[in-house]
């Protein structure tokens, strides 16, 4: 087995062992049937604070009453359902939930349009099932099935990317609380703690649109964009912070003013207006989340490291954005040229450089 400096990414549960072992050392509340520590210790990890002067760091920056309702609903027989734009820190909140109340964040079906009911339910070992017939050796249990065998939780990520038959695979395991094995003649009920958590992209509505039956089933949850832009740069920073660590970036971090340019930009083009709202931006094709500004200033930290002096320059960032914001060439190209034109060159000697890099690389 690789040591955990040679893994690429840590599950949430070993990320912050020594923050989740602190909170359950501290514990003095009730904890619920399968929990790992109390709804209140939950709400701390997730929000941070500081227990026994361990520091635990905030994993959602954003509206603590949603996060408190999440972890209630999970106290529940209800299941969970995040819903929110790409970007919104959906699965980042389901792997983190589950990584406290259960301590095992692994146990995952990723929705896509190829996903099927036996990755919901169980499959089989069809070497062993036909040398030997059906048995329980033969079994092959989903995260679904495992989750509800040891009073776990499951996540079920981008739901509605999964067939509508698959999704109704669903209806009667979050109904019943139960599994059922014919050809064994068995049927596996939940222990308790069982719970799945499930995410769904606001963007992908139209691919597969889930029943009122199944919708029924969750309690849902709509996750915002961050509502102001220095919760937004609080987001980006502290994210930037924690790749550049697990990726082992040889870098400096970006300095402030230039995570507050990047991220004014995304949410200018987000929203369709500058942030004084004098002027009307065209949006580009893609989506500008909050996400994609992480992603493209750890990115930027590579170049910088890999390719320049190991500091952040307008160029890096130029790069990024380029990437970022042009994802259709024959739309994205203009929209991003007529923003640079219409709003940077505008903008005052402080955006000088990074309006000349952006210009460059866009001609």
Known sequence: MAESNEVLRLPAEQMYA?????????????????????????????????????????????????????????????????????????????????????????????????????????????AMLLANGPSKEALVKSPIFRAMELGGIARFEEISRCASEVQDALISILSEKRISIPELGFELPAAKGFSIIATANTRDRGVND??????????????????????????????????????????????EDAIEKVVTIFRELRNGMTLDSKEKIKPPSGV??????????????????????????????????????????????????????NVLKKRGSEWRDLYNACKEMNV
């Open 210 to 255: 889930m029943s009122s039956a199944l919708k029924r089933r969750f309690n849902i949850i709509v996750l915002p964009t961050p509502g102001d832009i220095n919760t937004e740069i609080e987001i980006v920073r502290k994210r930037v912070k924690e790749l550049a660590v697990n990726l082992d970036l040889q870098a400096s971090l970006p300095s």
């Open 18 to 126: 020594h923050e989740i072992e602190a909170l359950i050392s501290a514990e003095t509340e009730r904890i619920p049937t399968g929990w790992k520590m109390s709804p209140r210790s939950v709400l701390t990890y997730i929000t941070g604070g500081k227990v026994k002067g361990v520091e635990i760091t905030p994993k959602y920056i954003g509206n603590k009453r949603l996060v408190e309702i999440a972890i209630s609903t999970l106290i529940t027989d209800r299941a969970l359902l995040l819903i929110g734009e790409p970007g919104t820190a959906k699965s980042w909140l389901s792997e983190h939930l589950t990584a406290a109340i259960h301590g095992d964040s692994t146990k995952v079906v990723q929705g896509t349009a190829g996903t099927t009911e036996e990755q919901i339910r169980y499959s089989w070992n069809y």
């Open 288 to 341: 500008i989340s909050t996400a994609e500004a992480i992603s493209l200033l750890a990115n930027s930290m590579a170049l910088a490291a890999s390719f320049g002096a190991g500091k952040i320059t307008n160029e890096d960032i130029a790069a990024g954005l380029q990437g970022a914001v042009v994802k259709d060439e024959e739309k994205d190209k203009l929209v991003w040229k007529e923003y640079i034109d």
